[in-house]
Nanobody, 122 residues
Framework: QVQLVESGGGLVQAGGSLRLSCAAS????????MGWFRQAPGKERESVAS????????FYADSVKGRFTISRDNAENTVYLEMIDLKPEDTAVYYC???????????????WGQGTQVTVSS
């Protein structure tokens, strides 16, 4: 099992940027595909991005392509989500996720963090 703790959320103006971090503890971090989901009020949770075990494969939802970048540091057991050009529609709770599945996309989470709020004002 792996425990996930997100950080880095906050309030930002449209066009701004944020960097989310997710620290993992427990079993070997590089055994897991890692990724991010988000859930806006009144909406279903949606996958945002995922990254393969080695970091060589990265996948994104169409709505964030070109604006979000996922990365991981297996030595530090951490996955990141760099977000630029943020829009009000990016407002949501962002969840870090770990997956034991073979395919990194679509992301299917087996482990979840507690979530971090991202609010983008217009």
């Amino acid at each position: 099992q792996v425990q996930l703790v997100e950080s880095g959320g906050g309030l930002v103006q449209a066009g701004g940027s944020l960097r989310l971090s997710c620290a993992a503890s427990g079993r070997t971090f590089n055994n897991y595909v890692m990724g991010w989901f988000r859930q806006a009020p009144g909406k279903e949770r949606e996958s945002v991005a995922s990254i393969s075990r080695t970091g060589g494969g990265k996948f994104y939802a169409d709505s964030v392509k070109g604006r979000f970048t996922i990365s991981r540091d297996n030595a530090e057991n951490t996955v990141y989500l760099e977000m630029i050009d943020l829009k009000p529609e990016d407002t949501a709770v962002y969840y870090c996720a770990g997956s034991t599945r073979v395919m990194p996309w679509p992301l299917r989470a087996d482990y979840w963090g507690q979530g971090t709020q991202v609010t983008v004002s217009s």
